[in-house]
Each structure stands twice: as C-alpha cells, then as structure tokens.
T-cell receptor, first 113, second 111 residues
Framework: AQSVSQHNHHVILSEAASLELGCNYS??????LFWYVQYPGQHLQLLLK??????LVKGIKGFEAEFIKSKFSFNLRKPSVQWSDTAEYFC???????????FGKGNQVVVIP | SQTIHQWPATLVQPVGSPLSLECTVE??????LYWYRQAAGRGLQLLFY??????ISSEVPQNLSASRPQDRQFILSSKKLLLSDSGFYLC??????????FGPGTRLLVL
C-alpha cells in the first residue's frame, strides 16, 4: 500500500517569503499525485495534480509542484506567499487505477502579514 | 456543475447513541463515493468507499458502517458511538478514481 510523508507540520513565514513543502511517497508503480488545500473554515479543495507529462505542474493561486520520480517526491512551491495562503496543505497519492487516496498528515502554514 | 452536500455540519452526541451522517452529490451520475475521517495532525484516513449502489468497501475495522441506498447518496452510521468516534468526517466523490472532490464536512463530538 502507498504511504505519504509530509514533514514540518507547522510552518510560519512572513508575506513575500518563499514556501516549499515536501512530500515523499512510498510506492514503486505508477502514481497520481495531488496537493489539496484547506483554508480556515472552508472545504478541502484541489490545488494541483499530476498524472503524466511535464513533471512541473502549475496550480491555482501561483502554486506549482515538481514530480521527481527518482526521489519519490512531489514538493509544493510558491515563490512569494500572501497572508491569504494561510491554510493546511495535504499531499495525496494513489496508485494508477486505484480508488484509494493516501494522504499525508498535512502542513499547517501560517503567513504573517 | 457538481456539488456535494453533507449534513449536519456539527453534531454532539452522547456515548452509546446511534449516528447517521448523510452525503449527497448533485450534477453527476454513478460517482465513486468516499468517507474519510480527519484528525488534527494526522491527515485524512479513508474509512469507506463505494463504486455503486449497495457496494461498500471498508478500509479500517471500526465501530462505523456505511451504506449507499441511492446512486448519489452515501450514509455513515453507527449503532453505538464511542468517545473515539469524535472527529471531522469528510465525504468525497469522483467520477474517475483519480481526482476526488470533498464536501464541507461534519464535526462530530461524542461526550
């Protein structure tokens, strides 16, 4: 079964700082990769996803993620964060064709104005 | 467009009481449906998923059960709640296995 690791559960940074959240998974086969975001008081929503093709994926709100197959990683980045990026971010993985999504434990990101 | 509803939004129940949480999806047919529990600092744990009416797969042995009486309705139940059932329950849908879309969640507190 696939598993997902996210480190640094709590991240605090100032506006305009750069953000990078790590995500590593364990599964040897073909995977689909996702980042979800949960803003305070809102639904969990899809930020970006990777199925195939260009390993650098652009998402909403200026986020991007890079799939590095050799490192089993799918790190999320944003060059310059805003206060409105305060949220919890979850990485998720599923094996291709599998109904099950495995989630990481999440990163609670707080952006200080 | 597709929408997903969950109710109630918040629920406080005594230990030993029954539970019924409902999830409905609009704007799509024959979706895959999922129940997750989210605990702070522990991510989302898949509890059940369903690929069709009456078809339920359980991921974790527990005090809960799920049913799918209609194509776009998914119900999470318990006959007798435990304190450890407290948490935030999320329903999700997909029309392919890969991308799941989540509802607003139900916060359950068992006292």
């Amino acid at each position: 079964a696939q598993s997902v690791s996210q480190h640094n559960h709590h991240v605090i940074l100032s506006e305009a700082a750069s953000l990078e959240l790590g995500c590593n998974y364990s599964y040897g086969g073909t995977v689909n990769l996702f980042w979800y975001v949960q803003y305070p008081g809102q639904h969990l929503q899809l930020l970006l996803k990777y199925f195939s093709g260009d390993p650098l994926v652009k998402g909403i709100k200026g986020f991007e993620a890079e799939f590095i197959k050799s490192k089993f990683s799918f790190n999320l980045r944003k060059p310059s964060v805003q206060w409105s990026d305060t949220a919890e971010y979850f990485c998720a993985v599923n094996a291709e064709g599998n109904n099950r999504l495995a989630f990481g434990k999440g990163n609670q990101v707080v952006v200080i104005p | 467009s597709q929408t997903i509803h969950q109710w109630p939004a918040t629920l406080v129940q005594p230990v030993g009481s029954p539970l019924s949480l409902e999830c409905t999806v609009e704007g799509t047919s024959n979706p895959n449906l999922y129940w997750y529990r989210q605990a702070a600092g522990r991510g989302l744990q898949l509890l059940f998923y369903s690929v069709g009416i009456g078809q339920i797969s359980s991921e974790v042995p527990q005090n809960l059960s799920a049913s799918r009486p209609q194509d776009r309705q998914f119900i999470l139940s318990s006959k007798k709640l435990l304190l450890s059932d407290s948490g935030f329950y999320l329903c999700a849908w997909s029309v392919r296995p890969e991308t799941q879309y989540f509802g607003p969640g139900t916060r359950l507190l068992v006292l």
